[in-house]
Nanobody, 115 residues
Framework: QVQLVESGGGLVQAGGSLRLSCAAS????????MSWFRQAPGKEREFVAT???????YYADSVKGRFTISRDIAKKTVSLQMNSLKSEDTAVYYC?????????WGQGTQVTVSS
């Protein structure tokens, strides 16, 4: 069974950068689609970015050009580099893995952008 643990969240000023990491135990991240989602207070969880097993990357329009998803196969980690952060990026960010069966979620990491 895969377990996902996120890290790297914190408080940053608008315009700043943060890098989130997701460590996957149990299986390699290269065989499955790995994604980042986020959930702001009072809102539904929303898609942020995906890196597919093929390496193809997809982004929500709201983060395109500012966020970059990547993976380190050897370290079994998936990262989200977030630049030019805005106050509306404030949310709990979740890593997710699409293995056969139900999507697996991490516990989330808080990102707060102060304006």
């Amino acid at each position: 069974q895969v377990q996902l643990v996120e890290s790297g969240g914190g408080l940053v000023q608008a315009g700043g950068s943060l890098r989130l990491s997701c460590a996957a135990s149990g299986r390699t991240v290269s065989k499955y689609d790995m994604s980042w989602f986020r959930q702001a207070p009072g809102k539904e969880r929303e898609f942020v970015a995906t890196i597919r097993w093929s390496g193809a990357e997809y982004y929500a329009d709201s983060v395109k050009g500012r966020f970059t998803i990547s993976r380190d196969i050897a370290k079994k980690t998936v990262s989200l580099q977030m630049n030019s952060l805005k106050s509306e990026d404030t949310a709990v960010y979740y890593c997710a893995a699409d293995l056969p069966g139900p999507r697996i979620w991490g516990q989330g990491t808080q990102v707060t952008v102060s304006s």
